[in-house]
Nanobody
Framework: QVQLVESGGGSVQAGGSLRLSCAFSLNADRRYCMAWFRQAPGEDRERVASIGNYDALRHADSVKGRFTISKDNAKNTLFLQMNSLKTEDTAMYYC?????????????????????WGRGTQVTVSS
């Protein structure tokens, strides 16, 4: 059974740091793209970072240089290290997974192609 459970959200002042975790349980026979998305009230869901089946990393321009996605396969955990947080980073953050396209990259996948989602963890950054 596929399961994604996020943790690590909270309230922090601008300039601070948080580390989000996503404990995942996926089908060991498949390769997956995994990603962090975020959604602020009234906004579309935005992809923050993704990690591919060959561990290729991509980050959105809005977080490049501040956020880092990583994955510990031994612990079945996905991470998002967030530094130099800004008030505009305030959102619900979601962990998501999609079956990796054969020979293809993960970044081009649309939001709708991510089949599996966690419930989210709230990040609030105050000035």
């Amino acid at each position: 059974q596929v399961q994604l459970v996020e943790s690590g959200g909270g309230s922090v002042q601008a300039g601070g740091s948080l580390r989000l975790s996503c404990a995942f349980s996926l089908n060991a026979d498949r390769r997956y793209c995994m990603a962090w998305f975020r959604q602020a009230p009234g906004e579309d869901r935005e992809r923050v970072a993704s990690i591919g089946n060959y561990d290729a990393l991509r980050h959105a321009d809005s977080v490049k240089g501040r956020f880092t996605i990583s994955k510990d396969n031994a612990k079945n955990t996905l991470f998002l290290q967030m530094n130099s947080l800004k008030t505009e980073d305030t959102a619900m953050y979601y962990c998501a997974a999609a079956v990796a396209p054969e020979g293809g990259a993960c970044w081009p996948l649309s939001v709708g192609e991510f089949t599996y989602w966690g419930r989210g963890t709230q990040v609030t950054v105050s000035s």
